[in-house]
């Protein structure tokens, strides 16, 4: 397993003893520094090509700066599963708990779906031998003596029941058709189906067609589906994609009862939040995406998630990324800064039953704005009424007359062809250039995904893919409805800082539909916050500061932040606990 010396820069002080490192460490050759101070962070950094992590540097340091980790490496043992030659490789898996809920985190293409499928039984783990699997025999004698012997064996003599909500709800209209309420009858197998509507509050499409409702209707029908099921173990695959603040906390609300009823929940989350809220232990998983995955044993959630944003696993002394996720929580401006861009008056777009109102507004360049509000309130058709996608029924839009680039809430793969093909046609040459290789490309890492079919790619890579072409194309307002759904943490922040910095170099601006709320607070300078009654009206308040709007936001949604003090990042207070109505007291609902 390779390894590496990292320094700690607050015991570091190469000023004083520079030489003693270089002196004592074997990985000197021909008077290269192996510890040099970097110009930039003032941090001492190894040269990991010189040091060759003996442990001596740590005997020598005088001030104990140095110490030795190791980096990930595919494992020799504990093989999981392997899909076939040179494909991936799961190592270990989640541990089921009964009357828990199980967290797992980390990267897109880590095994975290894997992990799931072999749990439900949809196939059995081979332990790498993709030529000759095992039988169910030696699947229970391999775990032998550890909690998943249990499992397994009820598992291969069907005594236990395993439910699953699939990652990609947008796909289950494709393969079911009827009427909402018809469908959740049919499957309400524990006679919960009247409560569980309610907590997820789906009372109004119960007479719709599957079809035609929302993402974020087709995810709480999803949830509810499994949860009126009878099993023992209850998997579910991102619940929280296209659902708002509120929605969310309620789910999570939802799935926590069912541990309280003695059942094993696992979950897979991206939303830190909610993950934090909802679970109590938490498995990392890391390795290199595509290639293999390793889970690493189960931590208290707190514990869990902080260990994720550190990138540093203590109990295998296993560095798994470069740097920490940090959280900064920046003061929120009060004024734009940029010259006024664009205005637009009033406007007003009615349907059937409902009607969408936004208040003016004036749009200053270089500024992100960020649109928040529960689902079905109509941000997504303010989007297209700026995209020029409908018109309004009162009201003009001033971008008719600017270039407008968007992103839309779904996406659909209807290209035939691969991805680089697909950037080809859409922007020219404008894929070779170097700015498109530096500032989109290397951040939304885009190179795995070039000769991929666009057919074949995951969510994830997807929605990646529409964040790169539309970034990629010379705008002037840049529209992006949800671009961090199905992304992994990492690639949330990514593709914020991209956004952001395309569009302060470009002097121009940018709307962005949003439900994270730390990537909001991150891209936004300033928010639209959108209230009224689901479904039925909207009204859209205009552009206000990030406190101004985040409070409105969150007063509405009934919800308070706090701060982690080891990360700083935002944590979901518990209704009615002592510092949730001492925030709701002084009206600082997320800037504590």
Known sequence: MPRIAIVEPERCKPKDCGLVCIKYCP???????????????????????LCTGTGICVKKCPFGAIHVVNLPEE?????????????????????PRQEKVTGLIGQNGTGKSTALRILSGDFKPNFGLYDKPPEWDEIIKAYRGSELQLYFERLSTESIRVVQKPQYVDKIPKVTKGVVSELLEKVDERNVLKNVITDLRIEAIMDRELSVISGGELQRVAIAAVISRDAEVYLFDEPSSYLDIYQRVEVAKVIQNLAKEGKTVIVVEHDLAVLDYLSEYVCVLYGVPSVYGIVSHPHGVREGINIFLDGYLPSENMRFRKDAIQFHLRPPRSKPTGKAFFEFGELEKRYEGFNLVTESGRIHSGEVIGILGANALGKSTFINLLAGVEEPDAGEVPSEDLKVSHKPQYISPSFDGTVQ???????????????????????????????????????????RVAIALCLARPAEIYLLDEPSAFLDVEQRLAAARAIKKIVESRDVVAFVVEHDIVTIDYLSDRLMIFSGKPSIEGNAMAPVDLRTGMNRFLELMKITFRRDPQTGRPRVNKEDSKLDRLQRESGEYYYV
């Open 75 to 95: 494992l020799e043992k504990d093989v999981s599963h392997r899909y076939g030659p040179n494909r991936f490789i799961l190592y270990r898996l989640p541990i």
């Open 27 to 49: 990985g000197v050759r021909m008077g290269e520094e192996t510890i040099t101070l970097d110009p930039e962070t003032g941090k001492a950094r190894i040269a990991e090509n």
């Open 421 to 463: 093909e697909l950037f080809h046609e859409e922007v020219g040459k404008v894929i070779n250039s170097e700015w498109f290789k530096s500032e989109v490309n290397r951040p939304l890492t885009l190179d795995p995904l070039l000769d991929c079919s666009v057919q074949s790619l995951s969510g994830g890579e997807l929605q």
